[in-house]
């Protein structure tokens, strides 16, 4: 999904919208949601309405997909997910994996330092570039604050790390020393490729083919072999330390790709 190309159509259909009679403003909204439908597949239709959502909060109700079309993004979903039980990749040599990671923290390079940083923390992509903030607690247990979904805590929770704090923290402050400001849709077209393509060069003797976000996943089934308690299924573990609702188990069940 391009954020620009939706940004632009929120622009001109706010201009659109400012004199538009009733009947107007429904068809006004049902071409965006076509053109949405038209371009893009549903998953990602589904997300920019949100931005619309957002854009247009008392008409909201109107930028929505339908039930057919939320039912088979569903069904999708758990095909994916069934797919995946069965077909988990192990991590090979999750040390070694992880002392190149802390060896990547020092790089001179940006973007191999980000990779390192979705590795040993969890985080995603944008979280690292832009927003992610964390303060040590004890150990490797880490505050983090700044988190980009749906269901961010303003206050932000405790996660654990892959690494010592003040290498992380060192790391981190380097990396937004170095890229400056920027919001998700900036960083996303700066780095989403080439942080792809560090991920691959680093990490594919590890996790076979892999991306940007699977790097969240084998942190996930890392902390699940280093750290969770045998009184704790590994859906309930994971959703903590991922930020996932504490009601939502089923969303943990997609980051657990790999096994040790």
């Not at 704790?232 to 009601?247: C, K, M, V």
Request: proline share 1%.
């Amino acid at each position: 999904m391009n954020s620009t190309v939706i940004k632009e159509r929120i622009k001109n259909l706010s201009l659109a919208l400012e004199n538009a009679q009733e009947k107007q403003v429904q068809i006004l909204v049902n071409q965006e949601i076509e053109f949405l439908k038209s371009n893009y597949v549903i998953t990602y239709a589904r997300t920019a309405l949100t931005l619309y959502r957002t854009a247009f909060p008392n008409i909201k109700k109107m930028f929505g997909i339908t039930d057919d079309e939320q039912n088979k993004i569903e069904k999708q979903y758990k095909v994916k997910i069934a797919k995946q039980a069965n077909n988990q990749v192990q991590i090979k040599d999750y040390k070694g994996m992880l002392a190149t990671a802390e060896n990547l923290l020092s790089s001179n390079k940006v973007i191999d330092v980000a990779a390192a940083l979705l590795l040993l923390t969890g985080r995603r992509m944008a979280e690292i570039f832009c927003t992610a903030k964390f303060s040590h607690v004890t150990g490797n247990t880490v505050h983090f604050v700044g988190q980009l979904k749906k269901r961010e805590n303003a206050a932000g929770y405790d996660i654990l790390t892959l690494a010592s704090f003040d290498k992380i923290q060192a790391a981190m402050l380097w990396l937004r020393n170095e890229i400056g400001v920027l919001d998700t849709a900036a960083a996303n077209k700066r780095f989403e490729k080439t942080l792809s393509q560090s991920v691959y060069k680093h990490f594919s003797t590890h996790l076979c083919d892999c991306t940007a976000h699977d790097l969240r996943k084998a942190y996930a089934t890392i902390i699940i072999s280093l750290y969770k308690p045998k009184n704790r299924t590994e859906q309930a573990f994971i959703s903590q330390y991922l930020g996932h609702s504490e009601d939502d188990l089923s969303t943990a069940t997609i980051y657990q790709k790999y096994y040790i």
